[in-house]
C-alpha cells in the first residue's frame, strides 16, 4: 500500500498568514494527489486534484504543487473559514489511501 | 447541483451486518463511480470501497474485504454497502462520494455506524 505522510500534524497561524504544509508519499504517483478540506462535523471537501488542479468554486488562496513524492498545499493569506483540518490522498492505486491530516489552528 | 445522503446506519452488535445506502441526484449516476469513505471517532480518512459505473469492478480496503460489499442500482441512482461481521473497529461515520476519477467530490453528509461489543 502507498503510505501517504503529513507534516506538521498541526499548525498555529493567524488571519492574513501564508501556510504551507507537505504530503509525502512512499512512493512515485505522479500527479495523482488529492487535497481536502474538512471542518468540525462535516464532511470533507475537494480542494485541488492531480496535484495542482483547483476544484471549480474553491478561492485561488489556496494553491497545491509537486509531483512523484513530494507536494505541497499553500493557502496564502488565511481567512477565518479556512481553520481546518486538511487531508491529502493518492488517487494513483488501490487502496486509494490519505495522509493523517494537518489541523490549522488560531 | 450534485446530492448524496447516506442513509440505514445505527448501533449493532458486534458480528451483525448492517446495510447503507447512498441516494444521489443531480448528475449522471450511470456515469458516475461511486465511493464509500469512513472516518472513526477522532481520526483520519479511510477509504472502503470503490465500485464502476457499470458495476464490473470493485476495489475495497483490505480491513474490509470479505466482510463488505459495495453494489449500486442505476435505475434508482442508489449505491449500497452491504457490511456483514462487524467489528468494533468498524465504529465510524461512513461517507459516499462520487468519484472525480479516484478523487472524491462531493460527499454526502456521512451516516453513523457504531458497532458494540
Known amino acids: 500500500d502507498i503510505q501517504m ?12 498568514d501564508s501556510v504551507t504544509f507537505t504530503c509525502q508519499a512512499s512512493q512515485d504517483i505522479g500527479t495523482w494527489l488529492g487535497w481536502y478540506q474538512q471542518k468540525p462535523g462535516k464532511a470533507p471537501e475537494l480542494l485541488i486534484y492531480s496535484a495542482s488542479t483547483l476544484r471549480s468554486g474553491v478561492p485561488s488562496r ?14 496564502s493569506s488565511l481567512q477565518p473559514d479556512d481553520f481546518a483540518t486538511y487531508y491529502c490522498q493518492q488517487a ?15 | 447541483q450534485a446530492h448524496l445522503v ?5 448501533v449493532v452488535q458486534s458480528g451483525e451486518s448492517l446495510r447503507l ?19 472513526a471517532p477522532g481520526k483520519g480518512l479511510e477509504w472502503v470501497a470503490f465500485i464502476r ?27 449500497f454497502l452491504q457490511m456483514t ?7 465510524a461515520m461512513y461517507y459516499c462520494a462520487k468519484g472525480r476519477g479516484l478523487f472524491f467530490d462531493p460527499w454526502g453528509q456521512g451516516i453513523l455506524v457504531a458497532v458494540s461489543s
Not at chain 1, 505522510?5 to 492574513?16: F, L
Not at chain 1, 489556496?62 to 493557502?75: A, D, K, R
Not at chain 1, 494513483?92 to 488560531?106: A, S
Not at chain 2, 441526484?25 to 472516518?39: C, E
Open chain 1, 5 to 16: 505522510t503529513q507534516s506538521p500534524s498541526s499548525v498555529s497561524a493567524s488571519v492574513g
Open chain 1, 62 to 75: 489556496f494553491s497545491g504543487s509537486g509531483s512523484g513524492t513530494y507536494f505541497t498545499l499553500t493557502i
Open chain 1, 92 to 106: 494513483d492505486t488501490f487502496p486509494l489511501t490519505f495522509g493523517g491530516g494537518t489541523k490549522v489552528e488560531i
Open chain 2, 6 to 10: 447516506e442513509s440505514g446506519g445505527g
Open chain 2, 21 to 39: 445506502s447512498c441516494a444521489t441526484s443531480g448528475f449522471t449516476f450511470s456515469n458516475s463511480g461511486m465511493h464509500w469513505v469512513r472516518q
Open chain 2, 53 to 79: 459505473y457499470d458495476s464490473t469492478s470493485q476495489n475495497y480496503a483490505d480491513s474490509v474485504k470479505g466482510r463488505f460489499t459495495i453494489s449500486r442500482d442505476n435505475s434508482v441512482s442508489t449505491v
Open chain 2, 85 to 91: 461481521s462487524l467489528r468494533s473497529e468498524d465504529t
